[in-house]
């Protein structure tokens, strides 16, 4: 998909950076992967999916580790998601193996690279995953497609996989000026 730059930075009120291209990773193992280029006028947007048996770990890594060097050419910056340390530990470390793949392939390539959470990403283009246009709370576990409605509705993406739909986010926060990837720190409160 293409989209007009002064469109885009319309829609997100955000200014966006010329003649780059960005790689976003929403990694799982239904693994989400966008690209955003842009030129002096225009964006334009593709995705791949990938998905992953999760049987056997080291066959796992092994093909992650192969797929990903495929992905990454000469990219000015990637956009890993943070892992998000939930309920589940397990989770969270296989995670943490998939992005730190990732890093790998950015370093050995020369691609600078940053981590930036879901929840970060989305808050930063005014995406609310909490309560829907009506106030009702949105459940657990449906997010993604919340996600996906908004980037459908604000700014005309067809997603066929909601995926995808975390992986455009980071792209699109990778192509803003004003991005900050580093999380602030907190004022300890006196007692």
Not at 6 to 15: A, G, I, T
Not at 56 to 84: R, S
Not at 101 to 113: G, W
Not at 160 to 180: H, K, P, Y
Request: proline letters at 2%; a positive charge; charged letters at 30%.
């Amino acid at each position: 998909m293409k989209i007009l730059i002064k469109d885009l930075e319309f829609k997100l009120n955000k200014r966006i950076k010329r003649n780059t291209s960005i790689i976003g990773f929403d990694t799982s193992s239904k693994c989400g992967v966008c690209f955003g280029k842009s030129d002096d006028k225009n964006v334009e947007f593709d995705h791949t999916f990938l998905e992953y048996d999760t049987s056997d770990h080291q066959k796992m890594y092994i093909q992650m580790y192969n797929d990903f060097g495929a992905l990454l050419t000469d990219e000015k910056l990637c956009i890993i998601e943070q892992v998000y340390v939930s309920f589940n530990p397990n989770v969270a470390l296989l995670l943490a193996r998939m992005g730190s793949l990732i890093m790998a392939r950015c370093i050995e390539k020369k691609i600078p690279f940053q981590f930036l959470s879901a929840i970060s990403a989305r808050a930063n283009l005014g995406i609310k995953t909490k309560k829907d246009k009506e106030g009702n709370k949105i459940p657990k576990g449906h997010t993604k497609e919340v996600v996906a409605n908004w980037l459908k509705e604000e700014l005309g993406f067809e997603i066929d996989q909601n995926d995808i739909a975390d992986a455009l986010v980071l792209v699109l926060n990778g192509l803003c000026e004003d991005t900050i990837y580093t999380k602030k720190a907190k004022k300890k409160r006196k007692k």
